[in-house]
């Protein structure tokens, strides 16, 4: 081009963040790709999107000690003994009691938790308003503590924190790990002491349950094993009991212990046509859910019991703890019976998770991958995928398009079928942003991840206890090949802090969950910010020299933006020059923005004051200064706008003399 003539040079954005590439190569080699992405997404039609917000998905914390109750009538001063709380209060927390004014707070050195009883003497900073009454509700306020699981089932968030499962459709949080064991009664009257006979039970009770007995006083906690006969059983209790029951008095279960449960992982499905959703944690027995009752599975084998992973496979239910997978029998989670088709697998290393592939179930560890095929316990076949590689966090596990993506040692890795029948494909999909992942891997203890099908797209969030809200980072990934990985476009996240998180794609909705520690559950995917903080998304062209020699100085004059606005919007652009280096005059930040007030949008628009129909600005034009041998295009939003597009941009520009 000559000296002094015009020119356009046209950036059509897409591609993704890059990493691992000069400065110089980047911008030669794609231009239109970023060096910078984040809170932006690789969208699927085209362009880079700043990502959708989150919002609370119930306003209501979830109540951080369970159900708790006072224990016992006429209590007064400072002193309160309460019951049915399975994790130690801690002092400095505040209460209230029902039909007691009044907020209190627990004193320094104030509480006295026993383990074995469910109780807990609080020691309180003010004297009580009145004597509360027996088994009156005890709230808690929120406390900072991690919610260690949260998964979404039949229209409702399910959430565990601090040995309690709670659930919620948005409006409050109710308990679930109620055990129900029949139509339990007391079985003769004049009963003392710290023992009970009762009938009734379809379902042997367990140490650590608590109940209450109809015109008794307190809550009582089963302090031992328990054997059933026809029905009956003698149980021991703590504490004695207040007075005599009533023969056939009512027995009424509150809780059954899910103590010092870690992480939960879940499983959805559906046998003798109902639907449910089993979980493990590590710690406890295995549990399902069917959405009213609670099934904890204490008489699964010592290699089931706690075990840390999950998964529905042939109509069998197959848990993994250590080394071993334990399947039950068919269309029944909790039976063990080898008679009817369970069975247990050695598979010779520590497993790190589980997923169902392509009518495999693909079994991850840290060194290895093994795949099981077959469909019964007569034709189940373990195979090999591979000796030499594994995934080394069972968080980081999912489906994307077609294909499985994992941690391994080296980076993101994706499992997919190849063209020949068994064979597996293992390819790094992480490299071209491998510095970045690097990063995030170092700023992480722990890490979420979670699919967001309607968009083809993989998160991977991390997690830290150091950490802020602001400071949380993740990995976006966006798929736009079939499958294989060979077009997967990345982003950073930033601000999104989860400890846990679950997607799942329901009749034509997607619901997105992930929580963290400040005792709430937030849903992805909903609302224009954080919660009501900014969304800030920061996206960078790479460096490029417009006609490929970076010795030649470059005036530009002219910005064009071309964008996809779903409302309002307002970003500012600012052009980089010579890979901004220290001593380099840089432009100051144009705003461009779209926001007008004659623009309605359908649930935000006043009546009387907008026009519908209106056409919101898709092209922003502007002029420019100052000149460089290469540039770079920012452009940084924050605000509470909803989402938009960045599609393409042009430069226009004149050619100077060689330097």
């Known amino acids: 081009m000559a000296l002094d003539q015009w020119g356009t040079y046209q950036f059509e954005f897409g591609g993704g963040l890059y990493t691992n590439l000069s400065p110089l190569q980047l911008g030669n080699r794609f231009p239109g ?330 079994i991850f560890c840290e060194q290895k991958i093994f795949r099981l095929a077959g469909t019964t316990v007569s034709d189940f076949q373990l195979q090999s995928i591979t000796d030499d590689i594994g995934c080394i966090d069972t968080d980081t596990i999912q489906e994307v398009g077609g294909d499985v993506v994992f941690l391994a040692p080296d980076g993101l890795r994706m499992l997919s079928g190849t063209e020949r029948i068994g064979d597996f494909g293992l390819a790094v999909i992480s490299k071209v942003i491998q510095s970045e992942f690097d990063n995030f891997i170092t700023k992480s203890t722990s890490y979420a991840s979670l699919v967001i099908r309607e968009k083809s797209q993989y998160r991977l969030l991390g997690f830290s206890s150091s950490i802020t809200d602001e400071s949380a980072v993740g990995i976006l990934g966006t798929q736009f090949s079939g499958q294989g990985g060979s077009e997967m476009a990345w982003g950073e996240l930033r601000g999104i802090r989860a400890y846990v998180a679950y997607s799942i794609y329901t009749s034509t909705t997607e619901t997105i969950l992930f929580a963290n520690t400040d005792g709430y559950v937030y849903q992805m995917e909903s609302g224009n910010s954080f919660d009501g903080d900014d969304i800030r998304a920061t996206f960078s062209t790479p460096f490029v020299a417009i006609n490929e020699d970076p010795r030649v100085r470059k005036t530009f004059y002219k910005l064009f933006l071309y964008a996809d606005p779903q409302g309002s919007v307002t970003t500012n652009v600012s052009l980089k020059y010579d890979f901004d280096t220290e001593g380099t005059i840089q432009p100051t930040p144009i705003e461009l923005s779209n926001t007008t007030g004659a623009v309605g949008f359908y649930g935000d628009a006043t009546y009387g004051s907008i026009s519908y129909g209106t056409k919101l600005k898709k092209l922003f034009g502007t002029q420019v200064i100052g000149s460089g041998f290469t540039v770079s295009l920012q452009f940084v939003s924050e605000g509470t706008d909803p989402p938009f597009s960045l599609d393409a941009a042009t430069l226009e520009y004149a050619v100077h003399g060689r330097r």
Do not use: C
């Open 33 to 362: 790709s970023a060096r910078i992405l984040r809170n932006f997404e690789p969208s699927i039609e085209g362009g880079y999107r700043r990502i959708q917000g989150y919002e609370k998905y119930d306003d209501n914390y979830i109540p951080p000690y369970g159900e708790p109750v006072v224990q016992g009538s006429g209590q007064s001063g400072t002193t309160l003994e309460i019951a049915n709380i399975y994790t130690t209060p801690v002092e400095g927390d505040t209460l209230t009691i029902a039909g007691v004014s009044g907020t209190y707070t627990i004193d320094t050195g104030g509480v006295s938790y026993s383990s074995a009883n469910k109780t807990a003497t609080l020691t309180l900073t003010a004297s009580l308003d009145s004597s509360p009454a027996d088994q009156a509700a005890v709230t808690f306020g929120n406390t900072s503590d991690t919610i260690e699981g949260v998964a979404y089932f039949g229209s409702r968030a399910i959430a565990f924190r601090n040995s309690d499962l709670f659930e919620s459709t948005g409006s409050g949080w109710s308990k679930i790990n109620v055990p129900d064991y029949g139509t339990v009664l007391v079985d003769g009257g004049s009963q003392t002491g710290g023992t009970l006979d009762v009938d009734g039970i379809d379902v042997t009770p367990q140490a650590g349950d608590t109940f209450t007995i109809a015109g008794v006083e307190k809550v009582y906690t089963i302090i031992g094993a328990v054997s059933v006969t026809s029905g009956a059983a003698t149980i021991t209790i703590t504490p004695n009991l207040a007075s005599s029951p009533a023969d056939n008095a009512a027995i009424t279960f509150l809780s059954t212990s899910r103590e010092s449960g870690n992480k939960h992982r879940w499983a959805q499905y559906r046998f003798a046509s109902t639907n449910r959703i089993v979980m493990v944690d590590g710690t406890n027995p295995p549990a399902y859910y069917d959405g009213t009752t609670f099934v904890s599975i204490d008489d699964a084998p010592s290699s089931a019991i706690g075990a840390e992973h999950v998964a529905i496979f042939k109509n069998h239910a197959f848990y993994a703890k250590d080394n071993i997978l334990v399947f039950s029998a068919p269309y029944d989670e909790d039976s063990f019976d080898v008679g009817l088709g369970a069975g247990e697998i050695d598979i010779g290393a520590s497993i790190t998770g589980l997923i169902v592939f392509r009518e495999q179930l693909i």
